[in-house]
Structure formats: C-alpha cells, structure tokens
C-alpha cells in the first residue's frame, strides 16, 4: 500500500452516538459491529490513519469495544503494531481506560482469543 498520509477522524460522540453499547446488531442502535463495519472499515479503506476521538460519550461498554477493536483486529489479521500504525487513539484522562482496555482486546484479537 502507498502511504499518501490520508487521515480520517472519527469523534464518536458527534459521529455516532453518545451512548456506544452492544456487541451485535441486534444488540441495539449503536453497537460495536455497526461501528467496525459502517465508520471503521470505510474509514480505513479510504484512509491511511484513522484517529478515534472517545471523549463525551456515557462510556463505552467491554462488549463494544471488543467488537469494534478487536473485531477489527481480528478481520483485518492485523497485529497489536499493525493496529497502532493505523488507528489512533484520543481521550483525555477522564477516558483514557477505555484506550487501555481497547489496547487490551487488540492483543487478545491478535492472539486468536475472543471476549
């Protein structure tokens, strides 16, 4: 792949929703699935880097986090330095668990694990 430097950025409190939540579909309107698939995917399609900026939602549950992030991991066949070389993080200190637990699920995803 060229790098050319494209970066997209994903804020997912305007973007997508203030209350992330859910593995599945089915799980409701703002699950982790829907996120790896209709705003991380097609990000990283069209983009070199993709930086999430977390900040302002209610929080964000285990189960989306590791759909969304690990999910992705674990469909792209990426590593944990893979990841990193793609997706940045963002969240100020009041959010910055939720990079250590995406970070986490990453690592687990690379290994073949899940949940």
């Given amino acids: 792949m060229a790098l050319k430097n494209r970066v997209a950025t994903i804020n997912i409190l305007k973007q997508f929703s203030k209350t992330p939540g859910g593995r599945y579909y089915t799980d409701g309107p703002a699950s982790g699935q829907k996120f790896r698939e209709e705003f991380l995917l097609p990000a990283l399609a069209a983009n070199d880097r993709v930086v999430v900026e977390m900040d302002g939602t209610r929080g ?40 250590s637990d995406i970070e986490f699920h990453v690592r687990k995803a690379s290994d073949g694990g899940r949940r």
């Fill in 60 to 99: 964000y549950p285990s189960s989306f986090l590791e759909e969304a992030f690990g999910g992705l991991t674990r469909e792209l066949k990426w590593s944990p330095e893979e990841f990193r070389q793609r997706i940045e993080l963002h969240a100020s200190p009041d959010f910055a668990v939720y990079i």
